[in-house]
């Protein structure tokens, strides 16, 4: 998107002070170039080098060396689609054509051997690159062999870092970086991270980065407050220590703040889309301005360098898809750099201008050999100015978040059988089946204008589109995969809508086989749920015995479901029959209302783990109890909304796709109390509630279950009262929690939050609510130790132990008639009544309530023993920051579907529970539906119902994060240790050793290669630059001989392998 961050009503689209200005043409032509083939003859540079920082351009150690970067920043979707982007279409919405760019880059970079050029988004390049011709390909091997067109980053595309799973952030590197070494090698490896536009970084993007082998990041967009702090003590540069747990150097990177977001200086701007004059160096010329610019430069880079610590500082020369001209570009930067470097010679100015590139201007740092001030937390939250936070896109376009995290779940299981049954899955009785294009399309919705849903409307339909598409030669695959590892030819189905109880071959089918492939690398319980006819069901397992069912009738329909505990194991299926019972009409639970009799006022749901206590007078959530540990701890949980500011007296923000700005700090209830309706059946056990016509849930409890689920339906939202609105589900107990919570960091590592506090400054907080949300990617906790001594019961209504706020709570939740507000006996005492005795106090006093979610939303806690989550927003105003349309969800995200699965547990053990079932969460069993009695795949081999592609499952501490086809013969392999250090107090967090050898069932490892994180070098040979932080020397560990029979994990450690493999002949 626009990198400006100009007061509202300034268009931030088109790379701020590189945008038209009024009365100026965007759409000039450029004047013609030399043909390519004539400017083969200027290719050969003196002195050409294999890429790398042995071809960078010669400084002036004893004097301010100015690093020119020229560079265009490509979208890959934003106001226009991907393919309008590349072929230049629709430029009435936005003057950009990506093909242009790259054709005129490269001729003018053939022009001049000094002039220097980076590329970023390979999304992009690899389209224009298979368009090219072999001449033009040699052309350009050339230009990267010589440094003179620079890769940074490499990505697919340049990702989001709120809203983004770690497994996908890896997934979309991979691919880039991929492309780049199998078409330049070594000579395209990019040496610097390049984030320069996402709107705020996250600490675990720079663990992974730092895994990924870059030795440097650059970005763009720094809070307002901390880059004046920054500017001010020389910080704008510093060593990231982006873990807790991986012993340093491992996730230790360079980080370096650009100093003008991603634009060029202010009247240096010499695009199409810019306004900015040219350089005149004729005198007799009224419009002669060169001196005048040369001596603004001057000034310009003496200023900037007194903000950083080196004779070197760095100037982007470049914007949003600038360069489609790059003529105009290369000549004005010639003749600055000449003019410049000219008065070296006439006036002893000791400036010196030069092209170069990030990763340059790096090793000009890293030559400098100075120790470097450490960062441990994030870059989160983001603000451009007072009351601009840009926490709202944290939540925006929640439908599509859910997709995306859908599809990486899915991408997952159908790479993993492509890997377990080999080149059967790509072509076999199904066709051709491909995990390419959906891997391409998860790539491509990474990008920070993607998932994070600050495209336009059309645009995000458009991202949508890219992921069922690519959805559909997957289910080939997996047809193919799972035909070929059963032995049986089935006619699979595959039910998209199961989320509204849509399935056409369970609803109509008398008999019909279920599937549940288990993407872990452990043995899973799982509730299958499925839409079915109103008849009876027998289900059947693997071994043909009769396992539980219940059928339940939905509240909001006359439709029914069918449910059956399924057990699958490590990395396989299992399959189950399901049959109708002739002439047996179904005995279904139908959710009944509450009685409003005496005698039946406890509404409550229970299995063998958990309680869950509702108010009978409100039908809200007042109370959760984990029955192993006897935790009991009273919290209500409702719905809320903020009413999106539209502007007041304090600043003329609004609420937008990115920006987050209630209209008060108080949010209003959806509704004081719920409609009601229970349902109990030996297999679940749910509490339906109706808040209002646009807002319902469902609290549910399986047998078994270790955590309450809480399945939340929102739209969609009425706005015809002309307030934009934002929803949250909020949690509210008395837990002291002096102003902490927790969230995860893109998923991984876990990081401590304090209410209006930033760790590195001291922070002028202008908005309570939204300057206090950070992003949760997969959880958010609080957690609390109850002081001791006890309570004293006989003191006034604040107690020791119970915040402030909640003297207030009952106000706050509703105000519910009733001397104890409706509370039940226990909750009442709890909170409230000297006179009644409260719950038993836990063993340890410790006690965490930790919420998961199904997709990234914005959280906090904004009291103490409170936490929200935001899970829809419908907004009438454009925030001004260059999407130039209201977030209103027209289409089918109007309505939205999740849940949140709520943990209660002791803080040392915590860990294990949230951890492990946040893997479940992510890596959902895939379920595939077929009517039976297909035809057998080997003729000489009986078919099977239970496959697991391991020998043995993983320890719990062991996530398997990878397990993909690389080439016809090779594997990729990551496995992942999931615990931090210290996290749980039992062994979970200690180092895990495996063995490789004979791990997989399906397939032998004939060699094992280890490589970095990305796959693109060898492990034992990638290397990184030093950097001296001030912390202390950190030694790089001595690489040791790879064993596959001892593979050790340290806690989140990451290791990743090409594996060599044999596929067995049958599966």
């Known amino acids: 998107m626009g990198a400006d961050a100009r007061p509202l009503g300034v268009r931030a689209g088109g790379g701020g002070r590189g945008a038209a200005r009024p009365g100026t043409s965007s759409r000039a032509l450029p004047p013609p170039l030399p043909p390519l083939s004539f400017l083969l003859l200027l290719l050969a540079a003196p002195g050409a080098r294999a890429a790398g920082y042995e071809t960078c351009p010669m400084v002036h150690p004893d004097m301010l060396n100015v690093h020119l970067v020229a560079h265009t920043h490509d979208d890959v979707g ?100 991929r492309f780049l070494e199998d078409t330049f090698g070594k000579d395209g490896r990019p040496r610097v991270a390049w984030h320069i536009d996402p709107f705020g970084h996250s600490r675990e993007q720079a663990s992974l980065f730092a895994q990924m082998g870059f030795d440097g990041l650059f970005f763009g967009r720094l809070d307002y407050q ?74 310009l880079a003496t200023a900037q360098g007194q903000h950083f610590r080196t004779n070197h500082t760095i100037m982007t020369m470049g914007s949003d898809f600038q360069y489609e001209n790059a003529n105009m570009w290369f000549r004005n930067l010639d003749r600055l750099i000449q003019l410049v470097n000219a008065q070296q010679q006439a006036n002893g100015s000791r400036v010196n ?59 997952q299981v159908c790479n993993q059988l492509e890997a377990l049954a080999g080149p059967a899955a790509n072509v076999g009785p199904y066709g051709s089946g491909d995990s390419a294009p959906l891997n391409e399309a998860m790539a491509v919705l990474q990008h920070h204008d993607a998932v994070s849903g600050t495209s336009k409307q059309h645009v995000a339909d458009d991202y949508a589109r890219q992921l069922a598409a690519g959805w559909d030669p997957c289910e080939v695959l997996l047809s193919n995969a799972l035909a070929r590892l059963s032995g049986s ?52 397992d693997p071994n043909g015995t009769v396992v539980p069912s219940d059928v339940v009738i939905l509240p909001s329909s006359d439709g029914q479901e069918l449910l059956f505990p399924a057990s699958v194991p490590a990395l396989g299926f299992s399959i189950y029959s399901v049959s109708q019972v002739p002439g047996q009409r179904p005995h279904a639970h139908k959710p009944q209302p509450r009685s409003q009799r005496p005698w039946s006022r406890v509404l409550a749901i229970q ?152 760790p590195t400054w001291k922070l002028n907080q202008t908005e309570t609510v939204a300057g206090n949300y950070y992003p949760v990617n997969s959880r958010i906790y609080i957690r609390v130790s109850p002081p001791h001594p006890a309570p004293h019961f006989s003191a006034p209504l604040h107690r020791v132990g119970v915040t402030p706020q909640a003297e207030h709570l009952p106000a706050v939740l509703g105000g519910l008639p009733h001397p104890l507000w409706g509370l039940p006996g226990g909750v009442a005492a709890w909170l409230w009544g000297p006179s009644l005795s409260p719950p038993p106090p836990p063993q340890d006093g410790n006690m965490q309530l930790t ?88 003729l000489k081999v009986a078919p099977r119902k239970q496959f697991s592609g391991l020998r043995r499952e993983l320890p719990p501490s062991v996530h398997l994060l990878t397990l993909a086809r690389w080439d016809q013969k090779t594997l990729l392999l990551r496995l992942e240790h999931q615990f931090a250090v210290g996290e749980d107090s039992g062994n979970l967090s200690s180092p895990v050793t495996l063995d490789l050898t004979d791990l997989f069932s399906a397939f032998t490892i004939t060699y094992l290669q280890e490589t970095t994180l990305v796959a693109n070098q060898l492990r034992a040979s990638a290397s990184r630059l030093k950097w001296t932080p001030n912390t202390g020397p950190t030694p790089l560990p001595s690489p040791s001989r790879l064993d596959p029979a001892t593979i050790t994990l340290q806690p989140m450690e990451i290791r990743t392998f090409l594996a060599s493999v044999q596929w067995e002949e049958h599966g």
Not at 382 to 403: C, I, M, V
Not at 503 to 523: D, E, H, M, W
């Open 78 to 177: 934003w106001l226009k689609t991907v393919d309008q982007y590349f072929y230049g279409i629709h430029n009435d919405v936005q003057h950009a054509g990506v093909q242009y760019i790259l054709d005129s880059v490269i001729s003018s970079l053939l022009v001049e051997p000094t002039r220097r050029f980076i590329y970023v988004e390979i999304a992009f390049f690899s389209r224009w690159w298979h368009q090219q011709t072999n001449a033009t390909q040699e052309v350009v091997r050339d230009l990267v062999r010589q440094g003179r067109l620079e890769f940074a980053n490499g990505g697919w595309v340049m990702n989001d870092e709120a809203a983004t799973h770690y497994g996908a952030i890896i997934d979309q590197m991979t691919l880039g970086l």
């Open 226 to 299: 901390d880059k004046r702090v920054r500017e001010e003590n020389l910080e704008l540069e510093q060593v990231w220590r982006a873990s807790a747990s991986l012993k340093p150097p491992a996730a230790d990177l360079f980080t370096s703040v650009l100093p003008n977001i991603y634009n060029p200086p202010e009247k240096l701007c010499w695009d199409t889309l810019c306004a900015d004059k040219p350089f005149v160096e004729d005198r007799r010329s009224p419009e002669y301005n060169a001196e005048e610019l040369v001596n603004y430069f001057l000034q």
């Open 353 to 411: 201008v030069l092209y170069s590139t990030p990763a340059c201007y790096l090793w000009e740092l890293n030559k400098a050999n100075l120790t470097w001030s450490v960062k441990q937390d994030d870059f989160f939250p983001y603000a451009d100015g007072p009351h601009q936070f840009w926490t709202g896109y944290f939540s925006s376009r929640p439908a599509l978040k859910r997709y995306e995290r859908l599809s990486y779940n899915f991408l």
């Open 489 to 540: 030819k089935e006619d699979f189905t595959y039910c998209r809508n199961l989320n509204v109880s849509v399935c056409p071959l369970s609803q109509t089918a008398k008999n019909f086989q279920v599937t549940i492939y288990n993407p872990l690398g452990r043995k899973i319980d799982w509730m299958v749920r499925l839409p079915v006819s109103k008849h009876g069901f027998v289900v059947r």
């Open 607 to 758: 299995n063998e783990h958990i309680r869950a206590r509702f108010d009978p007078d409100t039908g809200l959530l007042v109370e959760m109890e984990n029955l192993d540990q006897n935790l009991l701890l009273p919290v209500r949980q409702a719905f809320y909304w903020y009413n999106a500011s539209v502007g007041n007296n304090l600043s003329t923000q609004v609420s937008g796709a990115y920006i987050f700005r209630p209209n008060q700090e108080k949010p209003l209830m959806v509704s004081r109390w719920a409609q009601t309706r229970l349902v109990k059946t030996p297999l679940v056990q749910e509490v339906h509630q109706n808040f209002s016509a646009w807002c319902s849930q469902v609290v549910r409890l399986y047998r078994g279950q270790r955590h309450l689920e809480l399945e939340w339906t929102v739209g969609p939202i009425p706005v015809g009262d002309g307030w934009g609105k934002e929803i949250i589900s909020r949690f509210d107990t008395v837990l002291e929690t002096k102003g902490l919570f927790y969230t995860d960091s893109n998923g991984r590592e876990i990081l401590e939050r304090r209410r209006d506090y930033r």
């Open 851 to 938: 919420v998961l979610t199904d997709r990234s939303q914005g959280g906090s806690s904004l009291r103490d023993g409170s936490m929200e989550l935001m899970v829809h927003r419908r907004l009438l105003k454009d925030d001004g920051r260059g999407v130039g349309e209201a977030l209103l969800e027209d289409g089918l995200g109007r309505w939205v579907r999740g849940r949140h699965l709520v943990l209660l547990d002791k803080v040392r053990t915590a860990a294990t529970g949230h951890w492990l079932q946040a893997e479940k969460e992510v890596l959902a069993p895939q379920v595939v539906l077929a009517p039976g009695g297909g035809a057998p795949y080997h």
